[in-house]
């Protein structure tokens, strides 16, 4: 059952790579239909955020008209990043199988493994990366749109 919604992702794949485009794509199944596929599209939309598996989700979520994703099943070309990971996760995905890994992808630097062990560390710890909350005096100066959100 898996691998023809595998050959779909690698079949779109092999269509945006003779299109100028980089060879990752990626379907969203949900009670055994497609209901999304994408391709990446990071260079020709100038988008680093452009993935097969986020631009899948954005339609699923339009096609469900809803961000909960639940029970939908991701199928990609190559092994997703962490964002897209971390996209699948908060849409509520809990399952994706893919053909290619990190691994097989390195020699053409398409891995994202050092993304992913970075991601792992403590945000202080991380390298080139500066992620700090403001000061509790300096949160003042601001309208605290939590509560805001919680009030409409």
Same mark, same amino acid.
């Given at each position: 059952?898996?691998q023809k919604y595998l050959e779909e992702a690698v079949?779109?794949? $092999?269509?945006?790579?003779? %299109?100028?485009?980089?060879?990752?794509? /990626?379907?969203?199944?949900?009670? =055994?239909?497609?209901? @999304?596929?994408?391709?990446?599209?990071?260079?020709?939309?100038?988008?680093?955020?452009?993935?097969?598996?986020?631009?899948?989700?954005?339609?699923?979520?339009?096609?469900?008209?809803?961000?909960?994703?639940?029970?939908?099943? $991701?199928?990609?070309?190559? %092994?997703?990043?962490?964002?897209?990971? /971390?996209?699948?996760?908060?849409? =509520?995905?809990?399952? @994706?199988?893919?053909?290619?890994?990190?691994?097989d992808g390195a020699p053409y630097n398409l891995s994202?493994?050092?993304?992913?062990?970075?991601?792992?560390?403590?945000?202080?710890?991380?390298?080139?990366?500066?992620?700090?909350? $403001?000061?509790?005096?300096?949160?003042?100066?601001?309208?605290?749109?939590?509560?805001?959100?919680?009030?409409?």
């Amino acid at each position: 059952m898996h691998q023809k919604y595998l050959e779909e992702a690698v079949n779109i794949t $092999v269509d945006n790579i003779k %299109e100028g485009g980089r060879p990752f794509g /990626a379907v969203i199944v949900k009670d =055994g239909k497609i209901i @999304a596929k994408a391709v990446n599209t990071m260079l020709y939309d100038q988008d680093p955020t452009a993935h097969a598996e986020m631009s899948a989700i954005r339609k699923a979520g339009k096609t469900l008209q809803s961000v909960d994703l639940s029970g939908c099943i $991701v199928y990609a070309s190559g %092994e997703p990043c962490p964002m897209c990971q /971390a996209a699948m996760y908060m849409a =509520g995905i809990r399952e @994706a199988y893919f053909v290619f890994s990190n691994e097989d992808g390195a020699p053409y630097n398409l891995s994202t493994a050092v993304i992913a062990e970075e991601m792992k560390r403590n945000p202080d710890d991380r390298t080139g990366f500066t992620f700090k909350e $403001v000061s509790k005096e300096d949160k003042g100066q601001y309208v605290d749109l939590y509560a805001l959100w919680d009030s409409q």
